[in-house]
Structures are given as structure tokens and as C-alpha cells.
């Protein structure tokens, strides 16, 4: 075995050797929820061989991390069914709708507009260009948040990279200005938010806070 192939081995909770080397480390340990906070009902969330899923019409409603975050990159694989609908939320509070007090990076392969659809910061930020959003297939994602400036990668494409204070809140009640938005607050992860028999699945969630030394 080489030394790049065994550096690449996935250690617990989906954290490869070269990530954890990098300053990573695992939000989910692929066995319980321990570091999360269920916002919904329990009964919402299966986790088995190490993949976390949400099915449709059973409450889960989110997740939150247990700590709050400022300057981050989050990795997180992710599966979804026909016309799903699911999401990474990024900065959010504990009370309020997180995808109106924080952001939501969207999942879904329904059809929707470029500021709805997978990848785009929902609402607030539109993706160019538009991402794989093929059904039952594994996805990543790479989620920047740095200061005032955003950035999604979506399968290892840039698909959102912007300033969210050159950003506008939906014409919708509740989302709040991007201008004022926190640079800190919680990760959270969206139940299957579709008719019941859709599912959303995820795996190897980690992040690598950053500090001052390491922005540039």
C-alpha cells in the first residue's frame, strides 16, 4: 500500500487521515447523534452503517450542532430521492427558521429556479453554474464561510462564490437582511422536507474552523 493510498484511509465518522492532518474534524460520529440537537422529532432520523436519513412525513424536521461556528469550511456528503427537498444550513440561530435567520444551502432535484435549487444559497444567492442534482446518487459539498464571504462547491465544482453584503433577503416575511447576519452561529442539517416515501441521507460531515492565520 502507498503512503498516499493509506493517507487516505477514512478514519471514524468519514474523517480521512489528510483531512484530520488538515485540521478537520468529524460532526458525526456515524453511529448516534452525540454533538447534535434534535429540533423535531427523534423518530425522524435513522442512522445506520454510518449514514444519517430522513424520510418524508415523519417530523424530523433539523439538526443542530451543539456548538455555534464563525469562519469554517464544512464538508458533507449527501444522497437524495425524486424531487427531494433538504439542505445544510450554515450561521443559523437556535430559534427561528433556519433558513431565514442563517442560510440554507439547498438540496433538491425538483424543479426550481437558480436561487431554489441544489447548491443555492436559498433565497439569497444563485448558483452559475447549475450543479449535478441526479437522484439517488451521492453528492458532495464544500461549504466556505469566511467573514462576509460565502462559497459553495458542489462536486467539486464552484458554484456560489459572493459577499453577503452584496446580497438581498427574499421580499418574503422572516428572512432577514444579509447585511446584519451573525458570522457565527450553527450548523444544522434539514430532515426530508417532502411527501412522505422521499428520503435525504448523509455521511462523512466535518469541518475545519479557521483562524486568522488561516484566511487568506
Known amino acids: 500500500m502507498t503512503c498516499a493510498l493509506a493517507g487516505w484511509l477514512a478514519l471514524a465518522g468519514g474523517l480521512h487521515a489528510e483531512e484530520k492532518d488538515d485540521g478537520f474534524v468529524s460532526l458525526f460520529n456515524g453511529k448516534d447523534l452525540e454533538g447534535w440537537v434534535i429540533k423535531g422529532k427523534p423518530e425522524g432520523w435513522q ?5 444519517l436519513r430522513s424520510e418524508g412525513g415523519k417530523g424530523g424536521d433539523w439538526l443542530r450542532s451543539a456548538k455555534e461556528y464563525g469562519d469554517f469550511i464544512l464538508k458533507v456528503d449527501w444522497k437524495v430521492s425524486k424531487d427531494g427537498n433538504s439542505g445544510v444550513f450554515l450561521r443559523v440561530t437556535d430559534k427561528g427558521a433556519p433558513w431565514q435567520t442563517g442560510y440554507e444551502c439547498q438540496i433538491s432535484n425538483a424543479p426550481r429556479d437558480d436561487k431554489h ?10 448558483v452559475k453554474p447549475r450543479p449535478d442534482e441526479t437522484a439517488d446518487k451521492w453528492h458532495s459539498f464544500e461549504l466556505h464561510c469566511i467573514g462576509t464571504k460565502l462559497k459553495v462547491i458542489s462536486d467539486g465544482v464552484t458554484i456560489v462564490d459572493v459577499d453577503q453584503t452584496k446580497l438581498t433577503a427574499p421580499d418574503e416575511k422572516g428572512y432577514t437582511d444579509p447585511k446584519t447576519k ?30 486568522r492565520s488561516d484566511k487568506k
Do not use: M, W
Request: charged share 20%; hydrophobic share 35%; aromatic share 12%.
Open 182 to 211: 451573525p458570522l457565527k452561529g450553527y450548523i444544522g442539517l434539514q430532515d426530508s422536507h417532502a411527501p412522505a416515501g422521499s428520503y435525504i441521507e448523509f455521511r462523512n460531515v466535518r469541518i475545519k474552523e479557521l483562524k
Open 117 to 126: 435549487c441544489t447548491g443555492a444559497l436559498y433565497g439569497y444567492a444563485a
Open 47 to 51: 442512522i445506520k452503517d454510518g449514514i
